[in-house]
């Protein structure tokens, strides 16, 4: 493993360089102040007719129409939605200047293709390994969020060091950013969504509730006990891994979670993650996904309307609603 550090990082490379973001979105604003408050040259990519606009001036941040703001660009960071990222840089390609940087936030469009940058642009990758608004408080708070850097395409020589300029001037250099490949990143990502984080945990959670309520136990009890209480055992994972766990949970509930846990998450579930990951691998799920958005997604409504209209979330809705202390 190589982590890099801001002792590795030469900012200087940047000095007086416009950086560009197109998009303004969750990473895209927290990207942009955080580069502005280290001192960047920030310059925002957006449509006048859009509702980021007005939000970016009021931010303080430079903002013009996409193919205007890639002009004058060192680097130009393609911070929008994977299925966005195709058709945007085909509307801006021809105003990026020679020997410019393209740069993202994750690999997708790169990695299967959607973009083919042009031959004279460097093409990097800085991952920060968390959502924009911890990126942004992370900074605020004089710390950083960890950062994977990665280089597709290197052009001009520079690609490395422009791309830990960058990760430095968002805070992520004070984490540490860990060198990758874009296929490394964009796979394991989409494996970590499908699997664990969100495809994973949201079953597991939604059939404990389905087991607990087919059962005769009340829906509000059967919520708090798979959803409400998730988030004090991920808090404690994530300060100190299964150790800390452990440590703070019963002595019960660590011997249910050993004895237990393999009978849930079992060899068909393992035989299952390896098929997830090979559709990844080869390029099933973003052939899959493409196409579900050339077709209007019709398919993704539908998942999506039975996910919000399944019953946990009535009743999680109503419990939350008397828990004055919850950020909506």
């Not at 007086?16 to 960047?40: E, M, W």
């Not at 540490?176 to 959670?205: H, K, M, N, P, S």
Request: hydrophobic share 40%.
């Amino acid at each position: 493993m190589k982590m890099y550090s801001e002792a590795d990082v030469d900012a200087t490379c940047l000095t007086d360089r416009q950086v560009t973001i197109l998009g303004y979105g969750s990473q895209g604003r927290a990207h942009a102040l955080n580069l502005k408050d280290s001192g960047f040259n920030v310059v925002m990519g957006l449509r006048r007719d859009g509702a980021s606009w007005a939000q970016a001036e009021a931010d303080g941040l430079t903002v013009m129409e996409p193919g205007e703001a890639v002009k004058n660009a060192a680097i130009v960071a393609f911070l929008t939605p994977d299925m966005v990222q195709k058709s945007l840089y085909g509307a801006v390609v021809d105003n990026i200047p020679e020997g410019a940087t393209l740069l993202f936030a994750h690999g997708f469009a790169v990695h299967f293709k959607q973009i083919e940058p042009r031959s004279d642009l460097d093409v990097v990758l800085i991952a920060p390994k968390g959502p924009g608004g911890l990126v942004r408080r992370q900074y605020e708070e004089g710390h950083g969020v960890p950062c994977l850097v990665a280089v597709h395409q290197d052009a001009t020589g520079n690609a490395l060091k422009l791309a830990l300029a960058y990760a430095s001037g968002i805070g992520g250099a004070r984490a540490g950013v860990i060198e990758t490949t874009f296929a490394e990143e964009t796979e394991t990502d989409l494996f970590g969504e499908q699997a664990v984080l969100c495809g994973g945990a949201t079953e597991l959670i939604v059939a404990g509730f389905e087991t607990l309520v087919e059962a005769g136990y009340q829906p509000e009890v059967a919520y708090y006990e798979v959803m409400h209480e998730l988030k004090l055992i991920v808090d404690l994972l994530h300060e100190g891994g299964l150790r800390k766990m452990h440590k703070f949970i019963s002595d019960t509930a660590a011997y249910g979670d050993m004895v237990s846990g393999p009978r849930v998450v079992d060899e068909n579930s393992r035989k299952q993650m390896k098929a997830v990951l090979e559709d990844i691998q080869d390029g099933t799920f973003a052939r899959n996904w493409i196409a579900e958005n050339e077709a209007g997604m019709p398919e993704f409504r539908r998942l999506m309307k039975a996910d919000l209209e399944h019953p946990i979330e009535k009743v999680g809705a109503e419990l939350r609603g008397r828990m004055d202390w919850l950020e909506e």
